[in-house]
């Protein structure tokens, strides 16, 4: 401590080179200044005995090999953390940047976090409400769950994330507390202008914690923010015993910032140019969600990400698909055809879903409804592909009925108003309805007794019945 | 011996660090990194530079400390205390960490990989003056409820029993005998092994395969069985099952051990094993299924060196079990990750890519890898296997990347997962066209004593009505379904019959989550008997229209459900229905 080195030997992108550094440790955070008056600063990414290479958060400009001071700061990287830090917002490193001041801080800690130990979790069961059938019938959020929304760009994820934080916020545990950390990576203003406006808006404010990095903001700052993020969210989450949904867009700028830091280094690149440690890093963030045995807490993820050119094999979805626990994936198509939200069903999944529905959680039926209506949506694919070889007309009576439950499973079911908040009585119901456009002897998902029970007629009802 | 052997880091670059210099550490040696004495191994070693990567997180250490060598290459203990127990990548307990350290894994954590303090009830099985060759028992643990642990010589030690201690409780430490071996020293011998995790425990001799491992999955045993001691791989993408299936292999299938091993995988998925196998009840020995599983966790955020470490380490617990004379299965979730870990490294270390950039020794890794699976003579003469079971993450569920093809290579049973499958949530998600299974010759004997002399027949009937239907789809997408003459349309009929009353599984349905080799058999039976008295209504003139009038088609699609596992005896009933309903059509229609 306290040794100051001027001058740099190498300025590459986001990195520089500090040659004859004395005692200083991987992953420290260092502290520059440049020109006598603008701090900035870096992280420790490689050490050779006393060279050093920087990592600098706020970018290098202005950096010169004989302008900087550079100062070790003996810690690694560290945020305050405090329940305080609700209702205000941070910069991408998680300085204040409301003009509120600065925060006062309950303990410092490490932003990488550690490995939660599998024996301490606690597996997730309780289920959140969301009131969007897709979600909620189909693809059922649990608390503690890391469950992403793939999307694309112009597709209205911002707005479905923001239902689910002003729908799922109103649960009916409204005596347990309930927070919002929000991490913006390389987003756009007007987004994180939305989102602002959506927690004012629906009197949650005061319970939103936000790390803005915008798009403009420096690269390498946004290798920092989700993982600052969640160290907020852990805090509040398993110290002040809150229930945390963490969201975080946008991940593909995370990404990307990884790729363009890892090129300057010179590293050896592995699919599409993303370094070999893309599946590692992405898994420390997502990893972080959970609920931790004897904690009244839990940190729900929520990541936003847009696949590039729509592409669910691109490595980042791909990558991150492996992680989470589940996937919903926007449709550009849907999105076409003006239904809200355009949640393309198939591709969707919730891994923890089967253990969070049925009896004593939702309804007994939940499980073989869910996956009736799975079923004979891929059935509905079948029809339209055949109608558009031979024409509609010439399909047969059954795949008729097929066609036509799958444009009122995408109208009713599937769309929704963006300020629709449905029970899940009523999402149950509704699935139920529409299943019975079918014949009930194509309905060989369902055990014959449930069938009995909420299917008990043999004649399928007709869609004139529903007008 | 080894005076230590003690050099100071000089670089640091993620999990891999640098020594200069000669250091006289050997290769695979394990090290001791730094003030808190992280576990590292030796990974290289040149003239200037030596290599070490290190299983812990690596941030806040500083060139110019101490690294030291310990003699050994990374080694597991092996003894009682393994089962019904959850490891880290290199064999530390994470209850004993969670207890000393709380929820979050903290680093350069110093436990004994098993409990030292604890009392086994131990039975003597030699005495003095036996001869004992490496490889044979001396002393049996009853180590849970389901498994003896035989305690076995180590393999390169042999001698003449010069002192037994008598029956009674002891601590994995204890001497328990004093062998005098051939060249006239004395040596004590404890129930605790050490075995380097890279190196292959030795054996006798290979077997063929002859026996299937019964999972009681009716596309795996029926479809694509493995026999014991084989292998197989599970390749799909992401939401397609392969969790899922090699849940449903590990509580089911009549394996005597499960190593259940959690590669890069999910924190909550392993939570999930460790409640649910707690609860579950074996259905041979009536004992919860932790009693004989043992799980390795090294989930995604751990670091990534013990990713790469901990494949092996699964696999040498599970040798040693072999070497008692049991049947092990080894569940691998998921061994792209341990391939990603291996590309990860070799990127730190600046090797020459090879394909989508893993490290051009893939393939020799993972075949060295599966070859240490199959059924052997140990070296004290019983029988014991170890199958393994691979998932694989294709990356954007493409089947070509190296690793899928890779391992298609050295493994003889492949599932192939599919996604459309799993988006109609038809599960188990295994495509009947795309997998197949080497085995299918080598254990035909086994069923035709064991189930049936009809097994194979029957088997490849129902795989080519399958594949008959697939041909026939190829006209349905493009004129439509009606188009077909009747006995084509049958065809599909039973095909769907087959597809949703026998190929699909209800992981979550009491009776249907694991059905016996005598049921999946008779359900074929039935199947195909429909389809045999069906030919003859159309053979007659008869309508595909009138002959699914009578919903016989969905009655024999419910077996699955209806027929519950312990009255098998309903499924004679069947045939009889079948009849009935091929006179009342006749009745009907003549």
């Known amino acids: 401590m306290g040794i100051e080195y001027l001058g740099l030997s190498n300025i590459n992108g986001p990195l520089v080179v500090l040659e004859g550094v004395q005692e200083a440790f991987f992953d420290e955070i260092v502290e520059f200044v440049v020109d006598g008056n603008i701090k900035k600063m870096g992280r420790i990414v490689e050490l050779d005995n006393e060279r050093a290479v920087i990592q600098v958060f706020e970018g290098t400009e202005n950096m010169s090999l004989q302008n900087t001071h550079t100062k070790l700061t003996g810690h690694p990287m560290e945020v305050p953390v405090s329940a305080d830090m609700l209702g205000r917002t941070f910069n991408g490193v ?212 847009t696949m590039p050119n729509d592409d669910i094999t691109h490595p980042i979805p791909d990558l991150t698909g492996y992680i989470t626990e589940g996937q919903i994936v926007l449709d550009r198509n849907l999105h076409g055809q003006t239904i809200y939200p355009p949640i393309s069903i198939l591709p969707s999944l919730s891994r923890l879903m089967k253990d969070g529905i049925g009896a004593g959680y939702t309804r007994d039926d939940h499980q073989s409804l869910a996956n009736q209506l799975f079923s004979a949506y891929a059935k509905v694919g079948e029809a339209r592909n055949l109608a558009s070889v031979i024409g509609e007309d010439e399909l047969s009576p059954l795949d008729k009925k097929y066609l036509q439950f799958g444009v009122e499973f995408e109208k009713r079911y599937v769309g929704q108003g963006p300020t629709e908040n449905r029970t899940i009585e009523q999402t149950l119901d509704l699935g139920w309805e529409l299943l019975h456009l079918l014949p009930r002897e194509e309905l060989d998902r369902i055990d014959t007794k449930l069938l009995d029970i909420y299917y008990p007629s043999e004649e399928p009802l007709d869609a004139a019945s529903f007008e | 011996m080894d005076s230590r052997r003690i050099e100071a880091i000089y670089g640091i670059n993620g999990p891999v660090i640098y020594l200069k210099g000669k250091t006289g550490f050997k290769m695979s040696e394990m090290v001791h990194v730094g003030k808190e004495k992280l576990v590292g191994e030796v990974i290289s070693l040149d003239k200037d530079v030596t290599t070490i990567q290190v299983y812990e997180e690596t941030s806040g250490l500083k060139p110019g400390e101490e690294v030291e060598a310990t003699g050994d290459a990374v080694s597991v203990t092996l003894a009682p205390g393994i089962l019904n127990n959850i490891f880290d990548g290199i064999e530390r307990p994470l209850e004993k960490i969670g207890e000393s350290g709380g929820a979050f894994i903290t680093r350069g954590v110093s436990v004994d990989s098993l409990d030292t303090a604890k009392l086994w009830d131990t039975h003597m099985t030699v005495a003095e003056g036996e001869f004992l060759h490496g490889g044979s ?125 959690g590669c890069g995988e999910r924190g909550n998925e392993m939570t999930q094993v460790l409640e649910e196998f707690g609860e579950l009840v074996d259905p041979k020995s009536g004992n919860p299924l932790m009693d004989r599983t043992t799980l390795i966790a090294n989930t995604s955020n751990m670091p990534v060196a013990a990713r790469e470490a901990s494949i092996y380490t699964g696999l040498t617990l599970a040798e040693y079990y072999r070497d008692m004379g049991y049947d092990v299965a080894i569940m691998a979730d998921s061994t792209s990750r341990w391939a990603e870990a291996l590309r990860e490294l070799s990127g730190r270390l600046e090797e020459m890519p090879a394909e989508e950039g893993f490290p051009a020794y893939l393939a020799s890794r993972l075949s060295a890898f599966y070859e240490r699976a199959g059924m052997m003579q140990t070296l004290n003469g019983e029988t014991g296997s170890v199958s393994i079971i691979g998932a694989v993450s294709p990356q954007g569920g493409d089947f070509s990347e190296p690793v899928t093809q890779n391992t298609k290579r050295f493994v003889r049973c492949f599932w192939g997962l599919d996604k459309s499958l799993a988006y109609a949530r038809h599960f188990p998600a295994i495509h009947w066209l795309t997998s197949y299974s080497e085995y299918l010759n080598d254990l035909s004997g086994w069923y035709s004593d064991n189930v049936s002399p009809k097994f194979l027949d029957y088997r490849n009937r129902i795989m080519s009505i399958l594949s008959q239907e697939n041909s026939l789809m190829e006209i349905v997408k493009l004129i439509g379904a009606d188009v077909l003459p009747d006995d084509q349309k049958l065809t599909l009929e039973i095909a769907k019959v087959i597809r949703l009353g026998f190929l699909q599984q209800n992981a979550f349905h009491k009776d249907d ?78």
């Open chain 1, 94 to 305: 998680g300085v204040p940047i409301d003009g509120l001041g600065s925060v006062m801080a309950e303990e410092r800690r490490n932003v990488n976090g550690l490995p939660l130990n599998p024996v301490k979790r606690e597996y997730p069961r309780n289920y959140i409400r969301t009131g969007i059938s897709a979600i909620d019938g189909l693809t059922t959020l649990i608390r503690g769950q890391k469950l992403p929304i793939f999307s694309g760009n112009g597709l209205p994820h911002d707005q479905l994330a923001a239902q689910i934080v002003k729908q799922a916020s109103l649960g009916d545990d409204s005596e347990e507390e309930f927070a919002i950390v929000f991490g913006a990576m390389g987003v756009k203003h007007d987004v994180a202008e939305f989102f602002r406006k959506t927690f004012e808006e629906s009197g949650v404010s005061d319970h939103v914690c936000m790390f803005l990095n915008l798009a403009n903001d420096p690269v390498v700052e946004r290798l920092i923010t989700p993982k600052v993020a969640l160290t907020v969210a852990e805090y509040l989450a398993f110290e002040c015993n809150m229930h945390i949904l963490v969201i975080l867009t946008d991940m593909t700028s995370f990404a990307e910032a990884m790729r363009e830091v890892s090129s300057s280094r010179g590293e050896i690149p592995s699919r599409k140019g993303y370094p070999g440690y893309l599946y590692s890093e992405l898994a420390t963030i997502y990893e972080r969600a959970g609920i931790v045995e004897d904690s009244l807490g839990s940190v729900t993820q929520l990541p936003i990400l």
């Open chain 2, 137 to 261: 028992i001396f002393a049996e643990v009853p180590e849970t409820r389901a498994i003896v642990h035989k305690c076995m010589i180590p393999p390169q030690v042999e001698g003449t029993v010069v002192e037994v201690k008598p029956d009674g409780q002891y601590t994995i430490n204890d001497t328990l005998l004093v062998l005098e071996l051939p060249d006239g020293t004395k040596k004590e011998i404890t129930m605790t092994q050490h075995w380097p995790i890279r190196v292959p425990r030795p054996v006798h001799k290979r077997y063929p395969a002859s026996i299937p491992l019964v999972t009681g999955q009716r596309i795996l045993d029926t479809m694509f069985p493995i026999a014991k001691g084989g292998t197989a791989a599970i390749p799909g993408g992401f939401g397609t099952g392969k969790t899922m299936t090699q849940h449903q292999i590990a509580k089911w299938s009549d394996a005597d051990i499960i190593v259940y091993i």
């Open chain 2, 513 to 590: 989550t694991c059905v016996s080799m005598e049921k999946q058999f008779k359900m074929m039976d039935v199947i195909l008997y429909l389809f045999k008295t069906c030919r003859k209504l159309i053979a007659m003139g008869m309508p595909m229209s009138i002959l699914k009038s009578e919903g016989i088609f969905e009655k024999v699609i419910a077996i699955k459900y209806d027929v519950p596992n312990d009255n098998l005896q309903m499924l004679d009933m069947y045939k009889l229905d079948i009849d009935a309903y091929y006179n009342k059509i006749i009745e009907k229609n003549a």
